[in-house]
């Protein structure tokens, strides 16, 4: 796989208007965790966990009342963590599912919050992980050309392999992302005791992948009223 200039482009856009949100959710989570804030707190809070949740999309596949957000979070934090963070997304997602905390399905179940997980993940350790994406996903499949059949393990090691690939051109793109010479960052980075070079390969890598996909529905809907016109 080659490094399409125009994807990046695109992905460094969205990386410069994004990265130091993420990292503000990062630093409240971690407050969280850290018991420096309770529940009650960190619900409510700026970068709390409602702004999350709504913020990375993920509200409507979580039960709606505060009480089982709150329930929520003491299960978060409570959890025990392995060291494969595809399996806890996975053991996550089943955790929140048999408590009755996520969203209703069609069927009457609950839902299985596969994407809430793992966007906790990445802003738990943001250095380490991407989130499970379905157009990062998309982009994935059609570069290794197979389909995951939902494996998150899949997932995860089709990203960890592109993300090799700006490990290796790190340098060149480094240096056409302004905010990671910020002051604001470097801060944060440090404050969070972060790996600087993975923090931000990671997120090159996530919005890359986003980026491909954005321009390929774009020329699909482009492509389609162009068919319509001629026709």
Request: net charge positive; charged share 35%.
């Amino acid at each position: 796989m080659q490094i399409n200039d125009q994807y990046l482009k695109l992905a460094i856009c969205e990386l410069e208007k994004y990265m130091l949100s993420d990292l503000q959710y990062s630093k409240r989570l971690r407050e969280f965790l850290d018991e420096k804030i309770d529940s009650q707190n960190y619900l409510n809070a700026k970068y709390g966990f409602k702004k999350f949740i709504s913020g990375y999309s993920v509200a409507r596949t979580l039960a709606k009342g505060d009480e089982d957000k709150l329930k929520i979070l003491h299960e978060l934090k409570n959890f025990r963590y392995s060291n494969s963070i595809p399996k806890d997304i996975e053991y996550l997602a089943d955790l929140i599912q048999t408590k009755r905390l996520s969203s209703n399905t069609k069927s009457g179940g609950k839902s299985r919050p596969v994407s809430f997980c793992s966007k906790y993940q990445f802003i738990r350790e943001p250095d380490k992980v991407m989130p499970y994406d379905s157009f990062a996903l998309k982009s994935l499949e059609i570069n290794v050309d197979r389909k995951f059949k939902s494996s998150i393990n899949e997932y995860y090691q089709a990203a960890k392999s592109t993300k090799h690939l700006f490990d290796l051109h790190e340098q060149d793109i480094h240096q056409r992302i302004d905010v990671i010479k910020s002051e604001d960052f470097c801060d944060l980075v440090e404050e969070l005791k972060l790996n600087k070079r993975d923090l931000i390969n990671w997120r090159i890598t996530d919005k890359y992948l986003w980026a491909q996909e954005f321009q390929r529905k774009k020329e699909i809907a482009k492509n389609n009223v162009h068919h319509d016109q001629s026709g």
